[in-house]
């Protein structure tokens, strides 16, 4: 589920073959409704007035503020005339440099989070969202020996970089 539009295609950046924002669900947005309704109640119990709303006209955003920045990391699969490049919240690596690409089932994410996991590699983790993808770093000056990702769609993010690394480039 995206509540954002895919990220348009440019002349710079090539084609996009996959993007995937990794929000929040929606239902949590009504607990940190609540949430900040209640913080906003504990504050106006102590004030007289017009002071007594602050609590609300501050809690209430700052509360659903945070679940939209926790929901803002996204995953981009571009094509291009150099060969394209794998984005995950911002850091780029380049297809050339992808090897070998594996889902981690949910069953599985302990194991890869924890002993399986090598202290250089890049994590995007989100606990709400189940599979991990496991991507593969060959080349050396990239200085992560893998990614593991957090995705929705893992089978379609994994046939995104299989196809892009398979395009013809020129």
């Not at 589920?1 to 929040?24: K, N, Q």
């Not at 189940?130 to 995705?151: K, M």
């Amino acid at each position: 589920m995206s509540d954002r539009l895919p990220e348009t295609d440019s002349a710079t950046s090539g084609p996009t073959a996959f993007d995937e924002r990794l929000s929040v669900p929606v239902w949590w947005y009504l607990l940190a409704l609540g949430m900040g309704v209640l913080l906003g109640a504990q504050i106006h119990m102590g004030y007289p007035g017009l002071r007594s709303w602050i609590g609300y006209v501050t809690m209430v955003p700052l509360c659903l503020g945070v679940l939209w920045w926790m929901g803002r990391s996204r995953t981009v699969v571009r094509g291009g005339a150099g060969g394209g490049t794998l984005v995950s919240n911002g850091r780029t690596v380049p297809l050339s440099a992808v090897g070998v690409t594996d889902t981690v089932a949910r069953g599985d994410k302990q194991a890869a989070m924890g002993p399986d996991l090598d202290p250089t590699a890049y994590v995007l983790h989100r606990a709400w969202i189940g599979p991990l993808v496991r991507v593969e770093i060959t080349d050396p000056s990239v200085g992560e020996p893998y990614w593991v990702l957090s995705s929705r769609r893992p089978e379609e993010l994994r046939g995104a970089i299989a196809a892009q690394q398979q395009a013809p480039t020129g």
